[in-house]
């Protein structure tokens, strides 16, 4: 396929004096998913081909960032680098909106991660099948429901994401910004950790999980906590600085797997094949029933 921009399209990430623009590592790494993934289509015309329903191709360039309009665009949050950062950065500032209007109304804010043990040898796809399945099974049932309301929970967003490390292998997780009718303090936050790892526990056993520990299963933090991660949830911004750099044991996240992947390390390229093929088509975001219209916010 010709590409509609040609194959060098640096001139539209440079400043006039020739330095790189923020923002231009993203188009490079969109070079690289497209490389390693030759049979997704829609990521290969993704920026590549005109759309039949505009007037022809505008760049638009600022000393923040440039982009392009009248291009196909793939959507895709877990492949493309490029539609991943546009999604991101209005998810973040719709996912602040959210915490901002919750604190005004004199709800709390508390951040909840879920997490299991995992080991190198773990396939990904078994790994992501038994986790999700730990999920759906941790939120059911009537001891579920009894804890949201002894805490007065009025619901959540929740994050799906995923590493990966040297030492462990793949790391599936959740992170959910969780909206209560007051907020939760002290003794309470600790209350509410400890219902919850009781029916996280139950879950990861029924789905042949290995069974969490307290320390890392389930942790509850407060809304400062909660705002410091949704800064970071809208990466686009930082996505040049931040693909480098590895998290402690040598986790790295999709993007840092796919900029290794493009320096060429074939392990990472083999290991964003990997994760592409299982992460492809998921919800990356879920919000409970009626809690955008609690938190005065529109359609998602």
Not at 61 to 77: D, H
Not at 133 to 153: C, E, M, N, P, T
Not at 156 to 169: F, I, K, P, Q, S
Not at 270 to 287: D, H, M, S, T
Request: hydrophobic residues 40%; contains cysteine; aromatic residues 10%.
């Amino acid at each position: 396929m010709t590409a509609a921009l040609g194959t060098d399209r640096g001139y539209c990430f440079r400043s006039e004096e020739g330095k790189p623009l923020p923002g231009a590592g993203k188009w490079n790494l969109q070079d690289a998913a497209r490389g390693l993934l030759p049979y997704e289509k829609q990521l290969q015309h993704c920026h590549q081909t005109v759309s039949r329903r505009g007037d022809g191709v505008e760049i638009w360039a600022s000393e923040k960032s440039a982009y392009f309009r009248g291009l196909v665009q793939c959507g895709s949050v877990w492949l493309c680098p490029v539609c991943s950062a546009k999604i991101s950065d209005v998810r973040g500032k719709e996912l602040q909106q959210a915490i901002d209007n919750a604190l005004d109304y004199g709800h709390g804010v508390q951040l909840v991660t879920l997490t299991v043990r995992h080991g190198r040898d773990m396939p990904l796809a078994d790994l992501l099948e038994k986790f999700t399945k730990a999920v759906r099974r941790f939120k059911s049932g009537r001891a579920y429901v009894k804890a949201l309301s002894d805490f007065g929970i009025l619901g959540e967003v929740r994050a799906l994401e995923v590493t990966h490390g040297e030492a462990n292998g793949w790391h599936p997780h959740t992170h959910a910004l969780t909206f209560s009718h007051a907020p939760l303090k002290g003794h309470a936050l600790t209350k509410f950790k400890r219902r919850l790892f009781v029916l996280w526990y139950r879950a990861c056993g029924k789905e042949g999980l290995p069974l969490p520990d307290y320390s890392h299963g389930v942790d509850v933090r407060p809304a400062k906590y909660a705002a410091d991660y949704v800064a970071k949830f809208g990466f686009a911004g930082e996505l040049v600085k931040s693909m480098k750099k590895k998290g402690a044991a040598g986790r790295r996240n999709q993007w840092q797997l796919l900029a290794d992947a493009g320096a060429g390390d074939k392990r990472a390229a083999w290991l964003f094949r990997e994760y592409a093929k299982n992460f492809k088509g998921r919800r990356q975001l879920f919000w409970s029933k009626g809690l955008r219209a609690r938190l005065s916010l529109g359609i998602e």
